[in-house]
């Protein structure tokens, strides 16, 4: 009977061994719990280009792309209108800002503040050569401390050669002269073939460089630390 007790209560004591083990190797839901990925703020971009949209159109992009990878980021009408408070509403005002993350903070609460510029921004073209160039450059500053967290420069570029060139001048050409004409023309205008046309034309033409854009800020992001997204 003494020999039957021992055995059960060296069993009792081996399962609750065990359970306490399992217990230890099982990580609460609170332990598991991740913090969110930081904040950042793209701040209006420098202009170094010839098109004077060029800033705007790349930080449209930017943001658009950084939301599909999983950045949290600060609202642009929010940012534009907390700098406009200021008197700061170009990508050269907001680089001065550079320096000053304390001043930022009050204005734009993040934590990441991103600075940059449109390097280039333009077609050219040549006798039997036409290139489209995209060149971005971005700085990452983290509020508290001001260190810089990533900084680089990368280029969107689209060549053709040959009659693919001078075919692709002539609709550059036409795109801008159709848009042009779009966006001069009056509401009497009966003719809806005409508009359908300029559409078609300005999306071959692609005179905003979105190609070129999307590749530069590609390359980008793929260089930025690992840690700023949530995938």
Do not use: W
Not at 16 to 24: A, D, K, R, S
């Amino acid at each position: 009977m003494i020999e039957r007790h021992v055995h059960l209560f060296l069993g009792l004591c081996v399962l609750t061994l065990m359970h306490q083990l399992i217990g230890c190797g099982t990580p609460s839901r609170q332990a598991v719990t991740e913090a969110p990925p930081p904040l950042i703020a793209l701040l209006p971009l420098e202009n170094h280009s010839n098109d004077i949209d060029a800033p705007m159109k790349v930080r449209k992009e930017l943001h658009g792309a950084m939301s599909e990878q999983g950045y949290r980021l600060v609202d642009l009408d929010r940012i534009d209108g907390s700098l406009k408070d200021i008197s700061v509403t170009l990508g050269v005002q907001a680089r001065l800002l550079e320096d000053k993350p304390e001043v930022l903070g009050r204005l734009i609460p993040a934590d990441i503040y991103c600075f940059g510029a449109v390097v280039e921004f333009a077609f050219k073209s040549a006798a039997a050569l036409t290139m489209r160039k995209v060149e971005i450059e971005l700085k990452l500053i983290e509020a508290k401390s001001g260190d810089v967290l990533f900084e680089g420069r990368e280029t969107g570029i689209t060549t053709r050669a040959g009659l693919d060139a001078a075919g692709e001048l002539i609709l550059n050409l036409a795109g801008k002269v159709v848009k042009s004409v779009k966006d001069s023309a009056t509401s009497n205008v009966e003719n809806e073939t005409v508009k359908k046309t300029g559409d078609a034309t300005d999306i071959v033409a692609d005179v905003n460089l979105v190609t070129e854009t999307r590749e530069a800020i590609r390359k980008l992001l793929r260089r930025f630390p690992e840690q700023l997204s949530a995938r």
